[in-house]
């Protein structure tokens, strides 16, 4: 009887939660497309790369301020030091005496 009566419990308290449940189709039908609709995407593709060819390259600066400065942009102005184990910039052995 304790039995029958543990499974009644268990059925009622799923039964909302089971309810809750979107229906869900896991395994929906295959759609196969037909040779009227692959046609239409052959050409739709050669088309789109058709019209993909005749976009031109960019040829010219893409710098907006170009006009407005008076000089060339430069380039890094000094090399970056190597640094040491510990973190510190090493600098050559002759400069540090002619530095003082």
Not at 20 to 49: G, H, I, S
């Given at each position: 009887?304790?039995v029958l009566?543990?499974?009644?419990?268990?059925?009622?308290?799923?039964a909302?939660?089971?309810?809750?449940m979107?229906?869900?189709n896991?395994?929906?039908?295959?759609?196969?497309?037909t040779?009227?609709?692959?046609?239409?995407?052959?050409?739709?593709?050669?088309?789109?790369?058709?019209?993909?060819?005749?976009?031109?390259d960019?040829?010219?600066?893409?710098d907006?301020?170009?006009?407005?400065?008076?000089?060339?942009?430069?380039?890094?102005?000094?090399?970056?030091?190597?640094?040491?184990?510990?973190?510190?910039?090493?600098?050559?052995?002759?400069s540090?005496?002619?530095?003082?």
């Amino acid at each position: 009887m304790r039995v029958l009566c543990a499974v009644a419990v268990a059925v009622l308290l799923s039964a909302p939660a089971y309810a809750q449940m979107p229906n869900v189709n896991l395994m929906p039908e295959v759609k196969t497309k037909t040779q009227d609709e692959k046609d239409r995407d052959a050409v739709n593709d050669r088309a789109y790369k058709d019209s993909l060819s005749k976009i031109p390259d960019a040829k010219g600066s893409s710098d907006p301020w170009g006009a407005v400065r008076s000089d060339a942009p430069k380039a890094a102005a000094h090399p970056a030091k190597p640094k040491t184990k510990t973190g510190s910039s090493a600098q050559p052995a002759g400069s540090a005496q002619r530095s003082q």
